[in-house]
C-alpha cells in the first residue's frame, strides 16, 4: 500500500537517504541503523534508499550492483530487521511485479521520467511513487508526469535533482519546487544535484561540499522531503562517490537543514 498520509507532517520533512547502490547487506545495515536513529532524535521520517541496480552509468565497464534477485533480498533483510520504509529504482516495467512485494517506494529514474508506459504500469503497483525530474525538463512540465500516472493523492512524489547547464553541470531553479507543490509532495534531491554528469574518464563527478548549501535553500522553501545519498567512505561507493555524503556527517547535516526548515506561506502576486 502507498505509505499512509500521517507519514507527512507540517513541522517535520521526510529523509530518503541510503547509499547509491546495496553494496552488500552488512554496509545497507550499518547506514540504515544509523540513519534511522539520527531521524528517530530528529522526529524525521525515514525511507531508506538503495538501488538494486545502476542501469545508467557513464561507462560499461561501471559497477551496477548484485542484480535484482540479490539486491531485493538486501532490502527484504533491511525491512525486516529494522521495521523500516523502503525505496529503490525501477528501470523496465518487467521488474515491477518483483519490486512491489518488498519495497515501499518505487523511484523513476530522472531519465525514465517521461516513459509512459512505465509511468502507467508503476501507478498500477501498490507502491508509493517518487518521480524524478529530469535534467531536460521544466517544472510545469512535471504537471504531464503525474497525469500519466492518474495519482492524484499524496501517493505519488516529484523530486528536483538539478537542470542541464550546458556539459557536465546542472543547476537548481529553486522556483521549480514551489511551481511543483500543486501535483504532490515536492523532495529535494541535494546529492544529485550536485553532480557533474558523464566525464572523459567515464566517471561522473561532483560537488560534495555543495549539497549541504543547497539543501539549506531547499529547508526555507519548506519542502515536503529530501534525498540525500550516504556511505560511510564516499569515495569509495561503487556509484556517485564524487557526491555522496559521508555517513557520520549526517547527524549535523540533519540539524541544519532542521534550523532553517520553514513552511512559510507565500502570498499571492
Not at 62 to 81: A, D, T
Not at 148 to 174: I, N, Q
Not at 186 to 205: E, I, M, R
Not at 213 to 225: F, N, P, R, T, W
Amino acid at each position: 500500500m502507498p505509505i499512509e498520509s500521517d507519514f507527512f507532517s507540517s513541522s517535520r520533512p521526510f529523509l530518503i537517504s541510503g547509499p547509491c547502490v546495496a553494496e552488500s547487506l552488512d554496509l545497507c545495515l550499518e547506514v540504515a541503523e544509523q540513519m534511522k536513529a539520527a531521524c528517530q532524535a530528529r522526529s524525521m521520517p525515514y525511507i531508506f534508499k538503495a538501488s538494486f541496480d545502476k542501469a545508467n552509468r557513464t561507462s560499461l565497464g561501471s559497477r551496477r550492483g548484485h542484480g535484482m534477485e540479490k539486491g531485493l533480498e538486501i532490502l527484504w533483510e533491511v525491512k525486516q530487521r529494522l521495521g523500516l520504509k523502503v525505496l529503490t529504482d525501477v528501470h523496465e516495467s518487467w521488474q515491477l511485479p518483483h519490486l512491489e512485494e518488498v519495497v515501499d517506494v518505487i523511484q523513476i529514474p530522472a531519465f525514465l521520467c517521461r516513459q509512459t508506459d512505465l509511468l502507467v504500469a508503476a501507478s498500477q503497483t501498490k507502491c508509493s511513487l517518487n518521480i524524478k525530474k529530469g535534467q531536460f525538463l521544466s517544472p510545469d512540465d512535471m504537471k504531464f508526469v503525474v497525469e500519466k500516472t492518474g495519482r492524484t493523492d499524496r501517493s505519488c512524489w516529484l523530486t528536483e535533482r538539478g537542470s542541464t547547464f550546458g556539459y557536465r553541470d546542472l543547476v537548481v531553479d529553486f522556483r521549480g519546487i514551489e511551481k511543483m507543490k500543486p501535483w504532490g509532495p515536492v523532495v529535494f534531491d541535494a546529492t544529485h544535484s550536485v553532480q557533474s554528469p558523464g566525464g572523459l574518464n567515464g566517471v561522473s563527478g561532483g560537488e560534495r561540499k555543495m549539497a549541504v548549501v543547497l539543501a539549506k535553500a531547499a529547508s526555507a522553501l519548506g519542502v515536503d522531503g529530501f534525498f540525500m545519498e550516504t556511505h560511510p567512505n564516499p569515495d569509495s561507493a561503487w556509484s556517485d562517490a564524487a557526491n555522496t555524503l559521508a555517513l557520520a556527517s549526517m547527524p549535523a547535516i540533519l540539524d541544519v537543514i532542521l534550523e532553517v526548515y520553514s513552511r512559510t506561506d507565500f502570498p499571492e502576486m
